[in-house]
């Protein structure tokens, strides 16, 4: 058995997940990997029989996070790296999404990291150390009609990881918001719950349609160097947006956003605080 990291990531099965899965395991770390299904799993699990735990989980279940973090301690006595990275992608406007649907976007992409960060940080205390990467988007900084939901969610784990952060420094512990561009995962498929659409927004959605256009993104192996390079830094950084096309994306609505400041700051001046 290997004596490098340990790390816990949800949503392990497909995507991003099982793309840092398979990167850490190469490095020689260990991985406990938890998934609602496993099955995808089998052929790493086999070729790593003493280094990879699989655990059943739904995130949205607090109790069982609890269960499955302490089995996970259990299996390798510690955990280093921590990766919040299970979601779902809720498409639709705002009008027309139900509260069933919106309050199942927020309890597996807000909620569902929030039980595993609170399960795992008396462990990364205890030791003194551990380094937790909440895995939202480079969207947070703005919502894009028909994702509003879904942004809105990764937007709220973005807040409490910088809050997150401040909290757990005394401890020795890490945070970092990791925001990827749009990898070629299942999230927007097997991930995806459709609204039903009203046809008000019919012209609005043909415009998306086309500016998205049909390409599914790069191969979500392609972003795990990335983030075991971020892994081995001694001083993370906070924030990292994984993909440069997307880092360009973001400088522009940052760069926009600050324009609009101060094109309106005669305004927010007459008002004192």
């Known amino acids: 058995m290997t004596t490098g990291r340990v790390w816990f990531i949800t949503?392990?099965?497909?995507?991003?997940?099982?793309?840092?899965?398979?990167?850490?395991?190469?490095?020689g770390d260990r991985v406990v990997g938890a998934a609602r299904d496993l099955s995808p799993l089998a052929d790493l699990a086999a070729a790593h029989p003493d280094d990879l735990v699989l655990l059943t989980l739904d995130v949205t279940d607090r109790a069982a996070v609890q269960k499955?973090?302490?089995?996970?301690v259990a299996a390798f006595?510690?955990?280093d790296v921590v990766v919040n990275n299970a979601g779902a992608m809720l498409l639709g406007m705002v009008?027309?999404?139900?509260?069933?649907e919106i309050r199942a976007q927020f309890d597996v992409n807000f909620f569902g990291a929030v039980w595993v960060t609170q399960a795992v940080v008396p462990h990364l205390r205890a030791q003194g150390s551990g380094h937790i990467m909440q895995v939202t988007t480079m969207g947070t900084g703005g919502g894009v009609a028909s994702t509003g939901f879904y942004v809105a969610s990764k937007s709220a784990?973005?807040?409490?990881?910088?809050?997150?952060?401040m909290e757990l420094a005394p401890f020795g512990i890490k945070v970092?918001?990791?925001?990827?561009?749009?990898?070629?995962?299942?999230?927007f498929t097997l991930g995806t719950t459709m609204a039903e659409p009203r046809s008000e927004?019919?012209?609005?959605?043909?415009?998306?349609?086309?500016?998205?256009?049909?390409?599914?993104?790069?191969?979500?192996?392609?972003?795990a160097p990335v983030v075991m390079e971020l892994a081995d830094l001694a001083e993370p950084p906070l924030r990292l947006i994984v993909g440069g096309a997307s880092y360009d994306m973001v400088r522009q609505m940052e760069e926009a956003r600050a324009a609009e400041y101060r094109a309106w700051e005669h305004l927010s001046r007459k008002a004192p605080g």
Do not use: K
């Open 11 to 27: 949503g392990a099965s497909r995507g991003l997940g099982r793309a840092f899965a398979e990167a850490a395991l190469s490095a």
């Open 68 to 72: 499955a973090v302490d089995e996970a």
């Open 77 to 79: 006595g510690r955990l």
């Open 95 to 100: 009008e027309e999404a139900t509260e069933e």
């Open 157 to 165: 784990l973005d807040a409490l990881g910088q809050a997150l952060a």
């Open 176 to 187: 970092t918001i990791v925001q990827p561009g749009g990898y070629g995962t299942d999230l």
């Open 201 to 223: 927004y019919g012209e609005l959605r043909a415009r998306l349609a086309e500016m998205w256009g049909e390409d599914a993104g790069p191969d979500p192996r392609t972003a």
